[in-house]
């Protein structure tokens, strides 16, 4: 049984991340102000951007550019030891691409960071509402992670939810056959700052009344916690059963997402509707998270676990 143990440290800034210097920090693009400061926590010979198209489900990484298939290949220069994935910036679909990649590569850790905001964008509209993305075309597959919503074989699915109430009625439109499946939505109980998880559960109210779906709560910025409600999740499947999830929440779940589709292929598949994130979508910095994940069939020594929060 694959082994899964995660540690953290939490600072005012990059230095008490306590990050190697010789990383390599693959980083999406820089949108906001903690976006710039995320990346700016390596130096500049040793950051390399990210990205995923949706449209042709293509990867870059650096110069390269090839079929996402293909990300073990694409990441296979790279010492894993040494690569730190800069999640602030990373959308979700390159997060996934790359851990599924590192751990083909044989990495047993893996170290991620992500800096919290001090504020989201407001959208003008009224107080409740936030500016974070523009319109998408709706659910895309995830190479390597796809799932077959009406298929029998999928019986559960959990959805992480944050300010956009618009993606859950999107899937629970476009998906109908959701309604036949136990389907569980989860909030970022507590919030990154005290009143944010009102923000989260008010706009989607409707939907919760209008559908069948079990609610449940995780730390919005702990993805130990996160992979726990999703280990829940899965306990419940039946022999040969699969489970969707859908990260359309805070990054952390998002990062505990890619993580377990990525060590439990044959049990999950990803549902996901790829947004454009908007520019300036949040304001300031707050604290910053160094999250390493120790992946393998054993337990880990207690050298490594001590090198991985160092």
Known sequence: MTKIKFFSVSGKSAADLQLPADM????????????????????????????FDVDDMSLTVGSRKKSSDSAVELLSE?????????????GFAELFCAVNALLANGATSINIIYVEPAEYTRDGKGA????????????????????????EEVEAGVFFLGFEPERLDRALEEYQMIASKYVKVVFGIPAYHPGW??????????????????LDYCSANDPEAAFECLERTRDTL????????????????GIASAIFASVYPAQVGLLF????????????VDLWHRFTVMVGRNDESAAAASAATA
């Open 238 to 253: 039946g022999a040969e059963k699969r489970m969707f999830v859908a990260p359309i929440g805070p990054k952390p779940c």
């Open 197 to 214: 998880e009102l923000d989260a559960i008010i706009p989607h109210l409707t939907a919760l009344e209008s559908h069948k779906l079990q």
């Open 128 to 151: 409740e509402l936030f500016a974070l993305s523009e319109p998408t075309r709706g659910y895309v597959a995830i190479p390597n992670a796809i799932v077959d919503l009406a298929s």
């Open 273 to 284: 509707d790829h947004p454009r994130r908007k520019k300036k979508r949040t304001s300031g």
């Open 78 to 90: 790279y010492d894993w030891r040494k690569v730190v994935l800069e999640a602030t910036t990373l």
């Open 24 to 51: 390599i920090l693959l980083h999406g693009e820089e949108l906001d102000d903690r976006g710039e400061s995320a990346c700016r926590s390596a130096p500049e010979n040793g950051r390399v951007q990210l990205s």
